[in-house]
């Protein structure tokens, strides 16, 4: 069975704070990574991740993936009150989507 | 392009009731996913419908539930009749096609089984 699993289950920082969420996984027939912010409703696409040691850009988010060890690190810089949220990491096989059970971030102001 | 719709957003209902949750996929979308989340099991893929065909149901629970897509452009979830247990918020997906692509969410129905 496909299996994600993400670090920590939650965490609470400081404005302005790094944070860096980790997602590994076993999977039958990886396509890719993504990563999701889900606050309060549906999730939001935020990464997807299909090469090794490519390091993917947002703003003050980041990510990488790791296909030799199975890993995947999602980094939110100088973080702010806005990033508070759950953030769902899943891989996608042919058309499936396993989901963790996500890392719920708290910034406090 | 208004992304995926999801109705109703909210929904009340008895148990042993029929509930319906009704979706419309981003325009172009080839492949439309039902998700149910819960806060023990969170995200899980219930069906996945490729070009209005159902292609994987291994994740529907039992056959109290069942899902339709008539068209490109539409797709229910029902459940008859509907348990306490049912309660949960009830994701649509769509993406463009098979493979290596992003899944966009719709909003979520709510769903609460009294």
């Known amino acids: 069975e496909d299996k994600v699993v993400q670090s920590p289950l939650s965490l609470v920082v400081h404005e302005g704070d790094t944070v860096t969420l980790n997602c590994s996984y076993e999977?039958?027939?990886?396509?890719?990574l993504l990563w999701y912010k889900q606050e309060k409703k549906a999730p939001t696409f935020l990464f997807m991740l299909t090469s090794s040691g490519i390091e993917k850009k947002s703003g003050r988010l980041s990510s990488i993936l790791d296909k030799k060890e199975l890993f995947s690190i999602l980094n939110i810089t100088a973080t702010q009150t806005g990033d508070s949220a759950v953030y769902l990491c899943?891989?996608?096989?042919?058309?499936?989507?396993?989901f963790g059970a996500g890392t719920t971030v708290t910034v406090r102001a | 392009d208004a992304g995926v719709i999801q109705s109703p957003r909210h929904e009340v209902t008895e148990m042993g009731q029929e509930v319906t949750l009704r979706c419309k996929p981003i325009?172009?979308?080839?492949?439309l996913f039902w998700y149910r989340q819960t806060m023990m099991r969170g995200l899980e893929l219930l069906i996945y419908?490729?070009?209005?065909?159902?292609?994987?149901d291994s994740g529907m629970p039992e056959d109290r539930f069942s899902a339709k897509m008539p068209n490109a452009s539409f797709s229910t979830l029902k459940i008859q009749p509907s348990e306490p247990r049912d309660s949960a918020v009830y994701f649509c997906a769509s993406s463009v096609r098979q493979g290596a692509y992003e899944q966009y969410f719709g909003p979520g129905t709510r769903l609460t089984v009294t």
């Open positions: 899943a891989v996608l096989n042919d058309y499936k989507l396993s």
């Open positions: 419908f490729n070009n209005n065909v159902p292609i994987d």
């Open positions: 999977v039958t027939n990886f396509r890719s």
């Open positions: 325009s172009g979308h080839n492949s």
